[in-house]
């Protein structure tokens, strides 16, 4: 009753095991799956995203009609990513890393994410370096 006349984003993410989480038969399953958009108010612009890695999960939840899917990026958007990542508070790029390309971008396997918290964790990892090399020449009294 509270999101009736409201605007509202509901995201379900990550959602899987559906078919699991149910007590019942499919048949119970495919109802349930048809009651969670059914059961929200309409017409005032709600909205419902459901992210499942299983498409079978999101066929179950929204419907085939309304299942958009996700293609992964190109190799050159992730690597645009991770480079932003690892130089976002102007820490510089390691020389050489451009050798490591290929290899950053497959393990990404076109998940923005994924070049996202690689590109933070190299970040980190730099200026970790770079404060314990400024330690050790600085003179100790």
Not at 49 to 63: A, F, H, N, W
């Amino acid at each position: 009753m509270q999101l009736v006349g409201k605007k509202y984003l509901i995201i379900l993410d990550d959602v899987s095991n559906f078919h699991e989480t149910l007590e019942s038969g499919s048949s119970y399953e495919e109802e349930m799956g048809e009651q969670i958009g059914s059961g929200l108010p309409k017409g005032c612009g709600g909205t419902v995203i459901v992210t499942s890695r299983d498409e079978e999960v999101g066929k179950q939840m929204v419907g085939e009609v309304n299942l958009h899917k996700l293609v992964p990026l190109s190799d050159k958007v992730i690597w645009l990513i991770f480079k932003d990542s690892v130089q976002k508070d102007g820490t510089e790029l390691p020389t050489g890393l451009e050798t490591l390309k290929d290899d950053i971008v497959n393990k990404c396997g076109g998940l923005p994410l994924a070049a996202k918290m690689l590109g933070e964790i190299m970040n980190k990892n730099l200026r970790a370096s770079v404060n314990t090399q400024q330690g050790m020449q600085q003179p100790t009294c």
